[in-house]
């Protein structure tokens, strides 16, 4: 249920849908802890801005359109991750 279901295309409008996702939550949490108008406000955009974060880092690959996902350990399947930390100088001209 949307505390205020009117909100809804004014926060699409203005690109803060994602609010919408937190809304209900926060708003709840808002109530049992008597929080001030403020500090709910701040929640509701500290999870906005988290939610762009985590949305940016998802698109971050196909955005750099890798042929394939490669790891270190589909690389170097027989090397511990201690061993994979460790840097040899390759030889020099």
Do not use: H, W, Y
């Amino acid at each position: 249920m949307n505390p205020v279901p009117e909100l809804a295309p004014q926060l699409k409008q203005l690109r803060l849908s994602g609010i919408l996702d937190s809304l209900e939550a926060r708003n709840r949490q808002a109530i049992d802890s008597k929080l001030a108008f403020t500090e709910f406000l701040a929640l509701l955009i500290g999870d906005e801005l988290a939610r762009r974060e985590q949305k940016k880092f998802s698109l971050l690959p196909r955005r750099a359109q890798f042929r394939t996902t490669k790891t270190l350990e589909k690389n170097q399947p027989s090397l511990s991750p201690r061993e994979m930390l460790v840097c040899t100088p390759s030889a020099g001209p």
